[in-house]
Structure formats: structure tokens, C-alpha cells
């Protein structure tokens, strides 16, 4: 059965490679690729397919070599290899002092990238936080920003073609003859501290350094917890390949370059949702948190919400597998008010910062629900969008699903080399044309994850792990643990990992549906999505370890993804959103240029 089983999966994935190498090559007969040549989309299809093929062959073949070694080694301790790779207490307390050092590296870089290499002279950005943390000093929810009066005179001035010719300012809600931000409010309080403290108005760039900072080192402290619990025989080098992984994640680096309202308001809200993960943690593995981390997990994730809306649904998800673990436990206890105190402390910061979010829409706008996205004089005209559905539609997913994970890294002939592409891909465009998306479908600029952050099919590895057996590994959750397979997730591994898991596709999915494509939404749902990236990895090695040939292959195959993904957001990330480096650092960016341009 298992051999038909791993030749079923063989066939599968020869099919689906052969498909793409045959989508490819029969390009022009199928009406896909209208000019005689081979474009880059065309090319990369090609390769995946070809590429695909020769691998799966490959491992097909590694497979068959390693059982004939194995039958003739006999007598070899896995316990002893276990052993081997369990971490001395020298090595210990190496890791103890460079892991300070190494988190200070990366901030030092954070650094780099949003001053563009001035260091202490950071460039200004947008600073629109500033001023609304102003405001609220002041009592006020409206920015400081006096419109053209012209704007009251006209009849409708949210559609483009009413306010032509008047200067306002692009993205902001205008209501009552004021500005107001239609993004959420949170990341402003903290600034209205930081110019209560110094007296200056802090600009965006600095939103997104400390909240980028503290995606990292939020994600830092869940991995650490995951690795002490479900992972402590991995080995020290592969813990910090892990580390690395998440600092360099993309596009972490081409936010940071990229300082702007829009990516304040997502790396805001990604810090709080990754802090209340951080808190709430232990509750995930049937374990109990003190009351302050109740507290801090409910505040953290309402505020989450108040800089942005749509981090309500990875919320929930992880609101509903507290709920369950919480059932689980008071099943297995027979005692159904034990968890209540928790729920308590746990809703309350979130009771009261639903009200107070919807008290601040209600000054603003009279309605406890209207953020201001439809008041916004946006260039797309969501007044009379927003009603007809076309802002968010499943009809955008399939076209979101091609440009955020297929789009191929555009290659220039000079520095830095590699860049996005911006506007629409004509491949994609010709294959989504009978889809009939809506005109006010945009694309800004776009590259596949597939192609800058391939460290995500280790998520996709652990996905069958973590659910296959599922209904064994509850009946045996109580098992003591020394009757567990060493390879298999435990109930509390599996549960924990699934949930944040689930949680960061389901943090995709208003993303995938939303008409806008651009790279800074990735931020949205990737960093979630790096903790099973992570856990996947260790998993892989772990299961892989104890074979003579994979053992060997699993740590090249890890460090070769790890890199390629860093070296990618690296570079992509030096020419940013903003493309800004080349602007306000010439001189470091002329010697860089010299430098590779032979």
C-alpha cells in the first residue's frame, strides 16, 4: 500500500510538471502567447516544468538508492544519531551570546534600509500618523490638513471626474469639508506619546521601523517557544538558519525602503497581531497563561484591528482555537467555569477597544462602521465602487493568486539587477481575460512569492503532518509522552502549529480578493505564515536526518532556500517601491554601480 501510495504521488507530480513544460512550449498554438519569441513569463513556465521534472526524477531515484543502502546496514542506532545531534552545554552557551548579537545585527540593518544607508539622518517620509497623533492631543479626530474649498462646492467631489483640476490630498476620507484617515487609528496613539516626550511629530518611516522591529523580534520569541517545546533536539545551526529566515523575510527590507502610510499602517498592525500571538502562545498547547499575558494578548490583538481592519479574520481564527483548547480542557477537567476568569481577561481589552473604535468612527462619521475607505478621494473611485462589490471579490482571486505567487523577478542588465514588475504581466493578462474582472482592477507592482520567498513550500510540507492522523493523535493526547513517536507531532504541536497556520491563510484571503495588487500587501499574511515556514523546516531535517543520503541533502536543500530568499529581498528590496535609494543616497548608490558594472 505505502509503495502505491509514494507512486501515486511520483505520477502526480510528474503530470503537473509535464503540464506546465507543455503549457510552455505549445504557448502559441494554444493562444496563450500571441508574439513568435519567448517572454520571460514564458521562459519561467518553461523552467518550472522542466525544472520540476528533472527533480522529482531525481528524488525518485534518491529514494530507490537509499533502501537499497538500507537493507544492507544493519545494527545502525538512531538513538545515537539523535544523540549526535543534541546540542552541548558549550555550544549552549555560544548560542546564548550570539544570539544578542545577532538580533542587533539585524536591527542595525532595519536601520540601514530605512535610512538608506545615511544611518543617523533619516529621510522623511509621509507623516500622517504624526499629525493624527497630534490631533488627538488636541482633542480632535481630523487631520490638520485644510482642504480646497472648492471641494464643497461640487456635488459629488469622491468621483475623479467631478474633482478634476483641484488639488487634494490623494487617499485621504473627506467628510464635513475636513480630512480624515480612513486607516486604522492605533499606530497613532504611540505617536501622539513619541511628541508628547520630544515635542516633534514623528514621521511614518519611524512607525515602520519599530513596528518591522517588532515583527521580528515578536517572532523571535514564538519560535524560541516552539523550538523549547516541540523542537528542542534540532540542532543550534539550524535554529539560527531559522532566525535568519524571518529577519530577512521579504518584503520586511522593501517596506522598510518604502516608508509610506500604507506600509505604517500594515507593519503596525502585524506587530500587534504577532504580539498577541506572542502572549497568548502557551493557552495554544493546553497550557495556562498568568493574567497579564490574557490582558496584554486581548490589547495587543484589538489594536491589531485598529490599524488594520482586515486582521479581524486572523484574529478570529486564533480567538477560535483558544475557545477550543479552552472546551477541550474543561471537557477533560469536567469543570465548565474554570475558563471564564480567563475569557474575561482575556475580552475585556477587546470589549473596550470595539467600543472605542466604534465611537471614533461615530465622531468622525456618524455611524459606528464607517472607517472613511468610502469617503476617500482615491483615484479608483470607491464611492461608487465600494457598493457594486468590485473593491473586495472572490472574482479577484484567481488574478491576485497568479501575480502574488507566479509573477517572475524582472532581470535588468545593470545595478541592482532585479526588480518587480510593474502593471500588469501580459502572459497573466491574457489567460485572465475571460474572467471578466472589473475595470477598476489594479496592479501596481507584483513578484511571486514562488520566486522570492521559496522557504514557503516548507510550510506547505508541514501541512501534512501537522493534520494527517489528526483524529489518532486526539485520542492519544492524554498518551504519556514517552509513548509518542519521536516523528510525530503531538496533540499540542499540531494543534498550536495548525492554528497559526490557518490563521495566516486566512490572513491572505481579503488580500487575494482585494482589487489592488501590490508587493507591500504580502506583509499582510507573510509574517504569520513564517512560523510554520520555520517549524517546517526543522521538520523536514528532523525526518529526513536519520537517511544516508537525505541526512545530507535536507541541511544543503534548507541553507540553499534560506539564502536564495535573503539574497532576493536583499536586492529587490534596494530598489523598493519608491525606487528611492538612487534619489536620496547618489553617492553610495554611484559607487555600487561603478562597482558591478562589469
Request: charged residues 15%; hydrophobic residues 50%.
Amino acid at each position: 500500500m505505502k509503495r502505491s501510495h509514494y507512486d501515486l504521488k511520483f505520477c502526480f507530480l510528474l503530470l503537473i510538471f509535464s503540464g506546465f513544460a507543455f503549457v510552455a512550449l505549445g504557448a502559441n498554438l494554444l493562444g496563450i502567447e500571441m508574439q513568435p519569441g519567448w517572454g520571460l513569463p514564458r521562459k519561467v513556465l518553461f523552467g518550472i516544468g522542466a525544472g520540476g521534472l528533472v527533480l522529482t526524477l531525481v528524488y525518485k531515484g534518491i529514494l530507490e538508492i537509499e533502501k537499497w543502502i538500507l537493507k544492507r546496514q544493519e545494527g545502525v542506532s538512531v538513538e545515537t544519531n539523535r544523540r549526535g545531534n543534541s546540542p552541548s552545554g558549550r555550544s549552549k552557551w555560544i548560542a546564548k551570546l550570539a544570539i544578542p548579537g545577532f538580533l542587533m545585527a539585524v536591527l542595525a540593518l532595519y536601520v540601514g534600509f530605512v535610512s538608506v544607508w545615511n544611518w543617523t539622518d533619516w529621510p522623511s517620509s509621509t507623516n500622517l500618523y504624526g499629525l493624527l497623533g497630534e490631533s488627538f492631543i488636541q482633542g480632535k479626530t481630523n487631520l490638520p490638513i485644510e482642504p480646497s474649498p472648492l471641494l464643497a462646492d461640487l456635488e459629488n467631489p469622491y468621483l475623479t471626474s467631478e474633482r478634476a483640476g483641484i488639488p487634494v490630498e490623494t487617499d485621504l476620507s473627506y467628510f464635513n469639508k475636513k480630512y480624515y484617515m480612513y486607516w486604522g487609528p492605533a499606530p497613532a496613539l504611540f505617536a501622539a506619546m513619541v511628541i508628547l516626550l520630544t515635542g516633534q511629530i514623528p514621521g511614518d518611516e519611524l512607525i515602520i521601523f519599530l513596528s518591522i522591529s517588532a515583527v521580528f523580534l515578536f517572532s523571535f520569541g514564538i519560535i524560541r517557544s516552539l523550538k523549547q517545546r516541540f523542537f528542542s533536539s534540532i540542532p543550534g545551526w539550524l535554529y539560527a538558519v531559522g532566525i535568519f529566515s524571518i529577519a530577512t523575510s521579504f518584503p520586511f527590507l522593501w517596506i522598510l525602503n518604502s516608508p509610506d502610510i500604507y506600509g505604517a499602517a500594515i507593519a503596525s498592525g502585524q506587530a500587534f497581531l504577532l504580539g498577541g500571538l506572542f502572549f497568548a502562545l502557551p493557552i495554544f498547547g493546553g497550557g495556562s497563561a498568568p493574567r497579564w499575558r490574557l490582558i496584554l494578548a486581548g490589547a495587543f490583538w484589538i489594536l491589531a484591528i485598529g490599524s488594520r481592519l482586515i486582521l479581524a479574520v486572523p484574529v478570529a481564527v486564533l480567538l477560535l482555537g483558544i475557545f477550543i483548547q479552552w472546551i477541550l480542557q474543561a471537557r477533560k477537567n469536567g469543570n465548565w467555569a474554570k475558563p471564564i476568569p480567563a475569557l474575561i481577561f482575556l475580552g475585556m481589552p477587546m470589549l473596550v477597544g470595539l467600543i472605542l473604535l466604534g465611537s471614533y468612527n461615530y465622531v468622525r462619521f456618524g455611524d459606528f462602521f464607517e472607517t472613511g475607505l468610502r469617503y476617500s478621494l482615491n483615484p479608483h473611485d470607491l464611492w461608487k465602487n465600494i457598493p457594486k462589490g468590485w473593491v473586495f471579490n472572490p472574482r479577484y482571486l484567481l488574478s491576485d493568486l497568479f501575480y502574488y505567487f507566479l509573477t517572475p523577478i524582472r532581470v535588468v542588465t545593470r545595478f541592482p539587477f532585479l526588480k518587480p514588475y510593474w502593471g500588469p504581466v501580459d502572459l497573466f493578462a491574457r489567460l485572465l481575460e475571460p474572467l471578466g474582472i472589473p475595470s477598476i482592477y489594479t496592479i501596481d507592482n507584483s513578484v511571486g512569492l514562488l520566486f522570492t520567498t521559496p522557504t514557503l513550500l516548507f510550510a506547505v510540507y508541514l501541512i501534512r503532518p501537522l493534520f494527517e492522523g489528526w483524529r489518532v493523535c486526539v485520542q492519544n493526547r492524554d498518551a504519556a509522552p514517552g509513548k509518542r513517536l519521536n516523528q510525530a507531532f503531538s496533540f499540542e504541536a499540531r494543534f498550536t502549529l495548525g492554528f497559526i497556520l490557518l490563521a495566516g491563510i486566512a490572513a491572505s484571503l481579503p488580500i487575494l480578493t482585494y482589487f489592488y495588487v501590490s508587493c507591500r500587501y504580502m506583509l499582510d499574511f507573510l509574517p504569520l505564515l513564517n512560523i510554520p515556514i520555520v517549524a517546517g523546516m526543522w521538520q523536514l531535517f528532523r525526518v529526513h536526518n536519520h537517511f544516508p543520503i537525505r541526512r545530507w541533502l535536507t541541511p544543503l536543500l534548507i541553507i540553499s532556500f534560506v539564502t536564495y530568499s535573503a539574497g532576493i529581498g536583499f536586492i529587490l528590496a534596494l530598489t523598493g517601491a519608491q525606487t528611492r535609494f538612487d534619489d536620496l543616497n547618489p553617492t553610495l548608490y554611484s559607487v555600487l554601480f561603478q562597482f558591478f558594472r562589469y
